[in-house]
């Protein structure tokens, strides 16, 4: 079975511009959690979609948006990058909402905003 | 809301040693206790997981036990081989589907030849 694929794998932007990137998850996983990762603040939690539906939601600015589809592929959108959104964007499925099931990491998209 | 404090940051131990890491967390109500290796340009791998109603899980040379009085979990690698040189994560997570996935701040793990 197919692990959680992320794409792109790098992307370099500068201020200001916006970046969608993307997951799919396991096949038959129908929850998506999106993670920040920064050596300074760790495993951040974004966002959870469930069955299309947004589940949770962290600490993040409206900036941070996601979105699922009805194969359960997902997107997270940042609007007007900054510096610090540079990071390791790591998108984790599980079968079931994630509060009570495995997550399953990919290999994350390493974003440097320039 | 629930707060997860992990122990030690970095830990070099000799290679055959054992490697013990510590987590401490706040909410009574979590039940999942998840562990996760990470390798330099990966994403974190889950390597064992124990849920509340145990109190003990073993897995080759890698063990978690679980203290739910104290509220702390604590995963032993035993045997210990380059191969395990990597960033550990502890997580935590309650029973409610409304539960976030609360992360340690990870343990740099280095072993020596």
């Known amino acids: 079975k197919a692990g959680v694929t992320q794409t792109p794998r790098y992307l370099i932007k500068t201020r200001g511009q916006q970046v969608t990137l993307s997951c799919s998850p396991i096949?038959?996983?129908?929850?998506v959690s999106w993670y920040q990762q920064t050596p300074g603040q760790g495993l951040q939690f974004l966002f959870e979609y469930f069955s299309e539906t947004q589940r949770n939601k962290g600490n993040f600015p409206g900036r941070f948006s996601g979105r699922q589809f009805s194969n359960s592929r997902s997107e997270m959108n940042v609007s007007t990058l900054e510096l610090g959104d540079s990071a390791l964007y790591l998108c984790?499925?599980?079968?079931?909402?994630?509060?009570?099931?495995?997550?399953?990491f990919g290999p994350g998209t390493r974003l440097t905003v320039l | 809301g629930e707060n997860v404090e992990q122990h030690p940051s970095t830990l070099s131990v000799q290679e055959g040693d054992s490697a013990v890491i510590k987590c401490t967390y706040s909410d009574s109500a979590s039940n999942y206790f998840p562990w996760y290796k990470q390798e330099l340009g990966k994403g974190p791998q889950l390597i064992i997981d124990i849920r509340s109603n145990v109190g003990e899980k073993k897995d080759q040379r890698i063990a978690v036990t679980l203290n739910k009085t104290a509220k702390h979990f604590s995963l032993h690698i035993t045997e210990t081989q380059p191969e395990d040189s990597a960033v550990y994560f502890c997580a935590v997570t309650g029973y409610s589907s409304a539960s976030k996935i609360i992360f340690g701040s990870g343990t740099r793990l280095s072993i020596r030849p």
């Open positions: 984790a499925s599980s079968l079931e909402e994630s509060g009570t099931d495995t997550q399953y």
């Open positions: 096949s038959g996983h129908r929850s």
